[in-house]
């Protein structure tokens, strides 16, 4: 079955790239009809949608935290990235990735402060 594990830094200070891959075990992302999604949960709060990869390279992002983010792929080592530039503490939660048949990774924590 499909696997997700997240890594990241786990604290970035403010300004900073949060740079963080998910790695994909037990399928190939660019199998067809996934598709990969980053989701966040800050602390007290909610879910909150961050984009999405398709099989095909394809991405979209939530239109409410789309500056400086990016979402790729390295199919060679089967994993998706994030790269969310100058961060702010208000970037502090609870960082998740997905993938569209209902499988979760279990989240890396990152906080940003100096």
């Known amino acids: 079955q499909v696997r997700l594990q997240e890594s990241g830094p786990g604290l970035v200070k403010p300004s900073q790239t949060l740079s963080l891959t998910c790695t994909v075990s037990g399928g190939s992302i660019t199998t067809n009809g996934y598709f990969w999604f980053w989701v966040r949960q800050p602390p007290g709060k909610g879910l909150e949608s961050i984009g999405w990869?398709?099989?095909?390279?394809?991405?979209h992002y939530s239109p409410s935290l789309k500056r400086g983010m990016s979402i790729s792929r390295d199919t060679s080592k089967n994993q998706i990235s994030l790269q969310l530039s100058s961060v702010t503490p208000e970037d502090t939660a609870m960082y998740y990735c997905?993938?569209?048949?209902?499988?979760w990774g279990q989240g890396t924590q990152v906080t940003v402060s100096s």
């Open positions: 997905a993938g569209n048949l209902g499988v």
């Open positions: 990869l398709s099989y095909s390279g394809g991405t």
